[in-house]
């Protein structure tokens, strides 16, 4: 399948140096290349494009605008921001906007992996409608206790980063949202960023703090109060699955980054639950009787939804450029047979969390069975069928046999 791609920059000697870096792409990729805001709308208007990439500094329509306006008028196209390491300010203007960034001078590598990585999952994820959710989306809700303790934090001169950290690490919405930002291509990182002290360490606090009070990278949760206290408990539930996940790959000595990316894992593994309880929360109780009938949740979420909560965390962190073996985690978490792995690793880990642990508030319980049940097959195949029992102490919080 071909991809739709867009390029936008105001000087023809960058579109030129694009053309010919890419020319090794054009079997895959179809381009076309376009000096303004206003004539790449055009363009869209008589072919939309897969991907839109944009430089942000240009006269007229700059780019934070032009992705905007793409935003409003294509929700499902993907929207990646090119521009210089000194244009932080306006960087952050695309926190929105934009689903990935990279910074001038732009390698190949760079760019295809960034546009690749955003469209690797769109197979999995054949409704339409999921896909124009996904993508459309700006930010995920945050409940308005932790959004405020953490206005209250950002302000205080005496807070400290692990004090800020260990607040945006109590919801799954802003930990997404700072690790894509820390872990995009502008901050040219050597090492991926998978914890929220990391990002706080990489981003300071005046760009966090710019971020929450002024780009709103987060928005506080406004709907009733039950359906608030049951976003109060995803996100508890987030924090319980990834530390057990961390704490099993400690146990099995996963070496690093084994254990930092399983945790990453754990805390995104509901961010699929999350938007669809944020999107469509009235349909949640068609999911909970199909499951009180014997349905598995792959199957009453795919009937309900078009797809199950792992597929869509997987499309969206996929969009956002977390890595592979994270996306990969969060995937086939539910059911890892699924996946292409036969290595313990983040998948073995939060599968057995999710499958040992405490049930997800929006699915359960269900009586007379787990509605995750360990894949022993999987664990047969990556060599830990036999280490289910200490596993299931470590679940428990007893020390193993």
Not at 101 to 113: F, I, N, R
Not at 375 to 400: H, N, Q, S
Request: hydrophobic share 45%; with cysteine; proline share 6%.
């Amino acid at each position: 399948m071909t991809v739709k791609v867009l390029f936008v920059d105001d000087e023809p000697n960058v579109l030129l140096g694009l053309r010919r870096m890419l020319h090794g792409m054009r079997r895959e990729w179809d381009m076309r290349f376009v000096e303004s805001g206003e004539a790449a709308l055009a363009a869209l208007e008589q072919s939309p494009a897969d991907v839109v990439v944009s430089d942000m500094r240009m006269p007229g329509m700059d780019g934070a605008a032009l992705l905007d306006e793409v935003h409003r008028r294509y929700p499902d196209t993907v929207r990646v921001i090119l521009s210089g390491h000194s244009d932080t300010d306006y960087v952050l203007r695309t926190v929105g906007p934009a689903h990935q960034y990279l910074a001038k001078p732009c390698g190949q590598d760079a760019l295809v992996s960034v546009v690749r990585r955003a469209i690797a999952h769109r197979p999995r994820l054949m409704s339409p409608r999921l896909r124009g959710l996904l993508t459309a989306l700006r930010h995920l809700p945050t409940p308005p206790d932790i959004y405020f303790q953490l206005i209250e934090l950002l302000n205080s001169p005496s807070s400290s980063p692990a004090q800020v950290a260990d607040v945006i690490s109590r919801d799954v919405a802003m930990t997404a949202e700072i690790l894509k930002l820390t872990n995009s291509a502008y901050f040219a990182l050597l090492r991926d960023v998978t914890s929220p002290l990391q990002a706080v360490r990489v981003l300071g606090f005046e760009t966090l703090r710019t971020l929450v009070l002024r780009t709103g990278i987060c928005r506080h949760f406004q709907g009733n109060r039950e359906l608030a206290r049951i976003l109060d408990q995803l996100n508890a539930h987030s924090q319980s699955i990834a530390r057990l996940a961390r704490t099993l790959a400690n146990l099995e000595r996963l070496g690093a980054p084994g254990p930092e990316q399983t945790l990453c894992a754990g805390m995104l593994g509901d961010i699929g639950t999350l938007v669809l309880f944020d999107q469509l929360p009235a349909e949640f109780h068609r999911v909970r009787r199909l499951l009180d009938g014997g349905a598995s949740i792959i199957d009453a979420e795919r009937e309900v939804f078009g797809a199950s909560h792992a597929e869509l965390g997987a499309y969206l962190l996929g969009l956002w450029g977390f890595c592979d073996t994270v996306v990969g985690a969060v995937a086939y978490h539910l059911a890892p047979s699924a996946g292409l792995s036969r290595d313990p690793g983040p998948l073995t880990m939060l599968h057995a969390a999710v499958a040992l642990g405490p049930e997800s508030p929006v699915h359960g319980p269900v009586s007379g069975r787990s509605l995750i049940p360990l894949d022993e097959a999987y664990l047969a195949d990556v060599g830990c069928l036999d280490k289910i029992a200490a596993w299931r102490a470590a679940a428990a919080g007893r020390p193993a046999e």
